[in-house]
């Protein structure tokens, strides 16, 4: 490697008449790169300015470093030196524009590296300005994989400019359509590629195919058949309405009626995921600790947190605010299994997203914005011991304990589920004789065509309609509204469940085919809220 630096810095272009010496030191000099930060689900532009000036040798990053960034200084001065360049002993000053947007990882090793190396003349800057440059360096001058590489491609392809990843990274930062990304094994291949002496291709995803599994979730064997599940046959159907509609559900039953079980089915019946949604997606999964794994392209998430998380890990935060569970499950599912288990606290944080579609973590010096269009799926136990209503009549809860750990789910939180349903235990006809079960794919054929009546009727799942909306695509006839409006006196519904009720309808209104909301439909949805979760 060592004799690579010097090749690269002898192909610099032929210096004109009027320049000075290559031998006449410069007072100064100037390099300009960009690169991206991530703020929430942003990735704002961050220009890296490297200054050479005369004086003492010294290292300045200035432009709000976390510590991270800011141990960069002997990570570059390392890597420089290994590839066989010379790191220059003079005053060395970085800047990390704009000031006030806090930087933090590594990402910023590469462009500071390479600014150096043309501040100093060891590489050319007119090819500089068509790239955006982000990665980790080794000592050894190879390059290390960053958080968020989707996420800061997404916004750097809308603005024009390709963009040099480590190669570990390019493989998720390609999935973006339309985006230029180079793979860079190690600093000294990016310094080949801008001098024109080995340029570096152009990422193909083709030439790495994801595999099969991982393109389809319905056809996917990491997804879990619906068949699987024995009896179950309204818990089932809840589950289908619940698919076609986006709407939120809850399963309250006894240990080892199957709840955890219907939910797991819930990604393997959902409609494919539309190049945005999968984007969108990715892009969060990208940014968050533990990265995207290419491998589930497509598949829509789902996240499946203790009830020990707190409210940070659920709606996110931190003094850089990362995406919690909620961000996560971005177009795809969370599972809160235990429900009353989890703090009454955390449980709260719930609400406004759950009307929103989004999440908002303000801090005392920053601001980030989150999406959480995500669809909630939580099981309970009936009471504390689990066993109300079980036909062994095994419980001894007495009415005080049962309110008081249905109480641990406060009212507010459950007028915003749409669907909530008693899951009753599976009998021995279904277990050992029963007939066999609808597969997954037969039930999500009839959940994806009526989805898409949905959005040719409206642009949007049912669920994600708004009070304008419901008046409009929801409205019952003779027979429905007559029903519902005994509904509202005998079950007492809150205007918010009233207008839940009308969504629903309207989804099993689709999966039946109908253009009219029938007192059939209303009948059923209103089933969908017969459980009373104070009681």
Known sequence: MSAGGPELATSEPARDASDPAPTTPRVSAVAVLRSRALVGMEAP???????????????????????????????????????????????????????????????????????????????????????????????????????????????????????????????????????????????????????????????????????????????????????????????????????????????????????????????????PMTDSEAIEAAAMQSISNRGFDPRHWRQRPFRAPHHSASAVALVGGGSLPRPGEISLAQHGVLFLDELPEFDRRVLEALREPLESGRITVSRAARQADFPAQFQLVAAMNPCPCGYLGHPSGRCQCTPDQIARYRRRVSGPLLDRIDLALEVPPVTEHDLVRGAP?????????????????????????????????????????????????????????????????????RTVADLAGAQAIEAVHVAEAIQFRRFNGGA
């Open 45 to 271: 532009p961050v220009t890296v300015e490297v200054h050479l000036a005369s004086g003492l040798p010294s290292f300045a990053l200035v432009g709000l470093p976390e510590a991270e960034v800011r141990e960069a200084r002997e990570r570059v001065r390392a890597a420089i030196v290994n590839c066989g360049f010379e790191f220059p002993a003079r005053r060395i000053t970085v800047n990390l524009a704009p000031a006030e947007l806090p930087k933090e990882s590594g990402r910023f090793d590469l462009p500071i590296a390479l600014g150096i190396l043309a501040a100093s003349g060891q590489l050319r800057r007119d090819a500089l300005d068509r790239y955006e440059f982000a990665g980790e360096l080794a000592l050894t001058g190879e390059l290390r994989p960053v958080r968020g590489a989707l996420a800061m491609t997404w916004f750097a392809a809308r603005d024009g400019r390709a963009f040099v990843l480590p190669a570990a990274s390019a493989r998720e930062a390609a999935l973006v359509k339309g985006a230029r990304v180079h793979a860079a094994p190690t600093l000294l291949s990016v310094c080949a590629h801008l001098m024109g002496v080995v340029p570096l291709e152009v990422f193909q995803p083709a030439s790495a195919p994801l595999p099969a599994l991982a393109l389809d979730a319905g056809s996917s064997p990491a997804v879990a058949d619906l068949a699987d599940v024995a009896g179950q046959q309204q818990a089932k159907r809840a589950l289908e309405v619940a698919a076609a509609g986006g709407h939120s559900l809850l399963f309250v039953g006894s240990p080892g009626t199957g709840k955890t079980m219907l939910a797991s089915r819930l990604p393997g019946i959902l409609p």
């Open 437 to 505: 079960a609808e597969a997954s794919a037969l039930v999500r054929a009839r959940v994806c065509i009526a989805r898409e009546r949905q959005l040719v009727r409206q642009g949007r799942p049912n669920a994600l309609l708004e009070a304008g909306q419901i008046d409009r695509h929801c409205a019952l006839d003779d027979g429905g509204l007559r029903l519902m409006q005994s509904a509202l006196d005998r079950l007492w519904l809150s205007a918010r469940a009233f207008q839940r009720i009308r969504k629903v309808a």
